[in-house]
């Protein structure tokens, strides 16, 4: 069981940045690749970003490309996102994810993730 804690949402003006932060505690973060999704209010669940077991290998999606920067801590069993150039579009409750994976992989689904955090709201105002 892994369980993950996100942290670091909040408000911030447009073109303003944010690092959210995700704990994980439970077997061997360096056992799961990681993810970032988001959910905005009446939308569906988006995915973000990924990142393999190693850091090595990341995947953004095309809304975040060049803004967001993914990076992970396996001493510190943590997993950050960093978010600059924000937008109003970006407002949403952004969830981080784990899953078992092979060590270079990044997983872009919902389903290939098996532990999800109880998510952390980001507000980005015009």
């Known amino acids: 069981q892994v369980q993950l804690v996100e942290s670091g949402g909040g408000l911030v003006q447009a073109g303003g940045s944010l690092r959210l932060s995700c704990a994980a505690s439970?077997?061997?973060?360096?056992?799961?690749?990681m993810g970032w999704f988001r959910q905005a209010t009446g939308k569906e669940r988006e995915y973000v970003v990924g990142i393999s077991r190693s850091g090595g290998n990341s995947y953004y999606a095309d809304s975040v490309k060049g803004r967001f920067t993914i990076s992970r801590d396996n001493a510190k069993n943590t997993v950050y996102l960093q978010m600059n150039s924000l937008k109003p579009e970006d407002t949403a409750v952004y969830y981080c994810?784990?899953?078992?994976?092979?060590?270079?992989?990044?997983?872009?689904?919902?389903?290939?993730?098996?532990?999800w955090g109880q998510g952390t709201q980001v507000t980005v105002s015009s």
């Open positions: 439970g077997r061997t973060f360096s056992s799961y690749a």
């Open positions: 994810a784990a899953g078992a994976a092979t060590l270079t992989a990044v997983m872009r689904f919902g389903y290939q993730y098996d532990y």
